[in-house]
């Protein structure tokens, strides 16, 4: 017989432990609170400037492309986190942005072809709040899926 003593670790201790890690890993996935409102900037830019062609015959739809693209990776840069997916609800949110957002930029050139200029703003308004809402929700999917992966 020996007298030295095992000692052993009950699972619940590796689970709560596990569970703290996840916690933490979410709070630093979040999303920094200016990317929303950054975001909805950009395409409510896009939607307002529906028949603004440069002189060359191109519009800034590129441009904010990669305006929109510049602010989605400083963002995952400034978390240090790179999420795998956004799950269903994310996706489905994406997708119903891209339908509201044709929806809206089709509206804007309708209003611009009337020749109703300042009335390009509401949709541009309802835009920039479709895409905060979306990103928003985006960014609580992705975080959920941190705790489905088990």
């Known amino acids: 017989m020996s007298n030295e003593r095992q000692t052993t670790v009950a699972p619940d201790a590796y689970l709560s432990a596990i569970e703290a890690d996840r ?22 830019t896009w ?14 739809w590129f441009f904010l492309f990669i305006v929109a693209m510049g602010l989605v990776l400083v963002a995952t840069r400034s978390t240090g986190v790179k999420l795998k997916g956004i799950g269903t609800r994310g996706w489905v949110a994406y997708l119903a942005l891209v339908a509201v957002g044709l929806l809206l930029y089709s509206a804007g050139l309708a209003l611009f072809s009337l020749d109703l200029d300042w009335w390009v703003a509401v949709p541009a308004v309802l835009m920039f709040g479709a895409t905060v809402a979306t990103v928003r929700v985006v960014d609580a999917s992705a975080r959920r899926s941190l705790h489905r992966d088990r």
């Open 47 to 60: 939607v307002a400037t529906g028949d603004t062609a440069r002189s060359d015959g191109t519009s800034p």
């Open 23 to 44: 916690t933490a890993l979410d709070q630093r996935a979040r999303q920094p609170a200016w990317l929303a409102p950054a975001l909805g900037a950009v395409t409510a």
